[in-house]
């Protein structure tokens, strides 16, 4: 259901279903056989997770320029930070060292973002960098080139997603292969 913008009505909270929906969409995306075999993403427990926290960089930047969004952004990320604690549990980790790698998470996800917020502001090459540093272990920068190209890609076709798409998760990322293609 659409709600007209009411600056005294606050839209409905996101659901548990839409926040999965675009959660697994973030997911997917950052699973792309693609980014591995092809854009050089070490396929490694870190390099997933660093795929993983660049999707979550490109949807959160969307909707932090909707004024509708701190909640379903504030579920997203929430929903993020279940997902890594559950799968930490998952892989055996201790109670006790669970927090302190959550931290590391925290520090790892507030660190690359403000690396690829700074970057946008630089231009198409600080971003390459960025993503070369951060996800590509320093290597590649002719693929994270490519993957910066992808990036802003991801970025435009989230940029013409209304709220009301964003929101419900009838957006898709754009395919890794056709990354610069729009450019």
Request: charged share 25%; aromatic share 8%; hydrophobic share 45%.
């Given at each position: 259901m659409l709600w007209p913008f009411n600056r005294f009505r606050k839209p409905p909270?996101?659901?548990?279903?839409?926040i999965?929906?675009?959660?697994?969409?973030?997911?997917t995306q950052a699973r792309e056989p693609l980014f591995y075999r092809d854009l050089g993403v070490p396929d490694t427990v870190n390099g997933r997770f660093d795929l993983l926290l660049l999707h979550l960089w490109l949807v959160l930047r969307r909707l932090k320029s909707?004024?509708?969004?701190?909640?379903?952004?504030q579920a997203l990320f929430d929903h993020f930070c279940t997902d890594m604690d559950d799968n930490l549990r998952e892989m055996g980790v201790g109670d006790l060292?669970?927090?302190k790698r959550m931290q590391a998470f925290g520090e790892?996800?507030?660190?690359?973002t403000a690396a690829y917020d700074l970057a946008l502001t630089?231009?198409?090459?600080?971003?390459?960098?960025?993503?070369?540093?951060n996800i590509l272990n320093g290597q590649h920068v002719e693929k994270a080139r490519a993957l910066a190209a992808?990036?802003?890609?991801?970025?435009?076709?989230?940029?013409?997603?209304?709220?009301a798409k964003l929101s419900s998760g009838a957006w898709r990322f754009p395919a890794p292969q056709t990354a610069g293609a729009t450019a």
């Open positions: 909270a996101p659901t548990r279903s839409t999965e929906a675009i959660y697994g969409m973030i997911v909707s004024e509708a969004a701190p909640e379903l952004s060292t669970v927090p790892a996800f507030y660190g690359r630089d231009g198409d090459e600080a971003l390459a960098q960025a993503l070369c540093k992808y990036a802003k890609d991801a970025l435009a076709a989230l940029a013409r997603a209304d709220f």
